[in-house]
């Protein structure tokens, strides 16, 4: 059997190195193929993970960059269908619901490769994100759906799909975690930066609903606010950087700093006070994790976060920003120390996701 696996952004590399790994240790005879679009492409956004996942170098780079979403999707499309038909894989496996992810997706259908999507089903019900219009379409062709939380499944029955393509596997985004545990939870990262573990409120946005008007900068007055009561540490992504192009005024206590590795990210997650997001990825982690997660958006898809874990819906709305510090210091004195109180995980959000789908493919 012959896999290719589509990799092309930072949340790709961290849902796919368990999959890859679960194969090649469950059916070592299977010949994996790894295909890197080049979707993000900055060290600190692509290589980075690569080294600290442990994820074989990818078999072919098809170096799309970055551009409208028309020329992202046309260019994956073009590079990949000569790939597909010189290498005719058994299976093409497409991980969350980025460029990369739909327009693998079709060329492989149209070529009569079957096609497997890694967390399948998720859905935002907001038709103004791209992602949610890349989940839909990539859900719509692909033949195997795996999905990592139970109302997936539903979302899947309610847009017709038959039932028999989705298995419920779990969350290789937390296999990856589950994987690094005993690397990443020694760190301390925020020393680095003269922070105490428990004290700071680490925040990642690069949503365009959020980062490509006015709404950055209502979220950048807010922080400067927040930062007189908890330190700030914002590992700015590049559309966010792209975006702010040094125009924002930071007080002392506002950190921007370059996107952190993956390692180090997860111990700024595991020892923060509480995390400000607009992130997928991010939501599920804290979770995991058991860290107060506030999401600067109207909706999510992912709402296994909210019901069973630590996660609050602000809204698309930084003014509701300055509210952080009071609403966790409520929950503290609720229940104790955060770092104490860690809730059960999801279903299946228990470090085997990735074996559950290699066993799968064995059989
Ligand atoms: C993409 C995904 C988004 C995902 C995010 C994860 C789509 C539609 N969006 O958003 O769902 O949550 O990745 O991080 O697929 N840039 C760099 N260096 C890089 C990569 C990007 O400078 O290595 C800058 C460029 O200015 C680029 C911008 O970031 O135009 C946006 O990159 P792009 O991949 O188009 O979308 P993201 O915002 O990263
Ligand atoms: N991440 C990272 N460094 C950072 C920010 C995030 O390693 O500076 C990791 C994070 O731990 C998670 C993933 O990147 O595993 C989430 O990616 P992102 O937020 O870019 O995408 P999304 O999940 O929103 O699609």
């Known amino acids: 059997m012959r896999i290719l696996h589509i990799l092309g952004t930072r949340p790709n590399f961290v849902k796919m190195a368990p999959l890859i790994a679960a194969v090649s240790r469950r059916s070592p005879e299977t010949d994996q193929l790894i295909v890197h679009t080049g979707q993000h492409y900055d060290r600190m956004m692509s290589e980075i993970f ?20 028309a020329q992202q999707t046309a260019r994956v499309m073009e590079r990949l ?19 990369s992810t739909v327009a693998a997706a079709l060329t492989a259908v149209k070529l009569g490769i079957p096609v497997a999507h890694l967390e399948a089903g998720l859905r935002s019900h907001d038709r103004t994100m791209p992602e949610e219009i890349n989940r839909i379409i990539t859900d719509q062709i692909a033949d195997t759906l795996w999905v ?3 109302e997936a499944l539903r979302n899947l029955e309610l847009e017709g799909i038959p039932k028999e393509r989705a298995s419920f596997v779990g969350n290789t985004m937390i296999d990856s975690l589950v994987a690094l545990q005993e690397r990443f939870r020694p760190l301390e990262s925020c020393r680095q930066f003269s922070l105490e573990p428990g004290s700071y409120l680490l925040v990642t946005l690069h949503r365009p609903a959020l980062v490509d008007g006015p709404l950055l900068f209502e979220a950048i007055a807010a922080l400067n606010e927040v930062s007189t009561l908890m330190p700030v540490l914002f590992p700015v992504h590049p559309r966010t950087r792209a975006r702010l192009a040094g125009n924002a005024e930071l007080a ?30 991010i939501q599920e982690e804290t979770t995991y994790l058991g860290i107060p997660c506030f999401t600067l958006r109207d909706n999510t898809e ?10 609050v819906l602000l809204g698309l709305d930084p003014a509701r920003i300055s509210e952080i ?39």
């Open 148 to 150: 990592h939380s139970e």
């Open 252 to 281: 002392d206590n506002l950190h921007l700093v370059d996107p952190a590795g993956y390692l180090e990210f997860l111990s700024l997650e595991a020892d923060a006070g509480a995390v400000l997001t607009d992130s997928g990825g």
């Open 81 to 99: 269908e000569p790939l597909l038909v010189d290498n005719r894989p058994d299976l093409v496996v497409v991980p969350g619901d980025v460029n």
């Open 302 to 311: 992912r709402p296994v976060t909210i019901e069973l874990g630590t996660n």
């Open 50 to 69: 690569f080294d600290q996942l442990g994820v074989p170098a990818p078999d072919f780079m098809l170096e799309v960059g970055s551009g409208s979403h």
């Open 325 to 363: 510090p009071e609403i966790i210091a409520g929950q503290e004195k609720a229940s104790g120390p955060v770092q104490d109180t860690a809730p059960e995980p999801p279903p299946l959000w228990d470090g085997h996701a990735a074996d559950r789908i290699a066993d799968q493919l064995a059989s």
